[in-house]
């Protein structure tokens, strides 16, 4: 089964850039993906903010749009964070789900693997 590991959250201030990273392992022979990232802060819903699919097509929520990019090898899925924001402070997951391309755009609900999370804290 799909595997997720997201790695390099951690502490920065407003104004600072960030790259996470998603490593990717135990995917099925000829699977395609439909990936993305996620956020979360306690007491509130899972929020979408970037997709990518196996052709390199994105989306992006219109609240990272034009400061977080999404980019993706086969072995690695990243998110890199410019311009971060104290209301960008949440736990960011990585998560997938096998389909041919992310339909215009892939709900968190709909996703069939998540990894466990990274950290990610912006101070002011």
């Known amino acids: 089964e799909v595997q997720l590991v997201e790695s390099g959250g951690g502490s920065v201030q407003a104004g600072d850039s960030l790259t996470i990273s998603c490593a990717i392992s135990?995917?099925?022979?000829?699977?395609?993906?439909?990936m993305g990232w996620f956020r979360q802060t306690p007491g509130k819903e899972r929020e979408g903010l970037a997709e990518i699919d196996s052709e390199g097509e994105t989306s992006y929520a219109d609240s990272v749009k034009g400061r977080f990019t999404i980019s993706s090898n086969n072995a690695n899925l990243y998110l890199q964070m410019n311009n971060l924001k104290p209301e960008d402070t949440a736990m960011y997951y990585c998560a997938a789900v096998r389909q041919v391309g992310c339909l215009g755009w892939t709900p968190h609900y709909d996703m069939r693997y998540w990894g466990k999370g990274t950290q990610v804290t912006i101070s002011s």
């Open positions: 135990e995917v099925p022979y000829a699977w395609v993906l439909c």
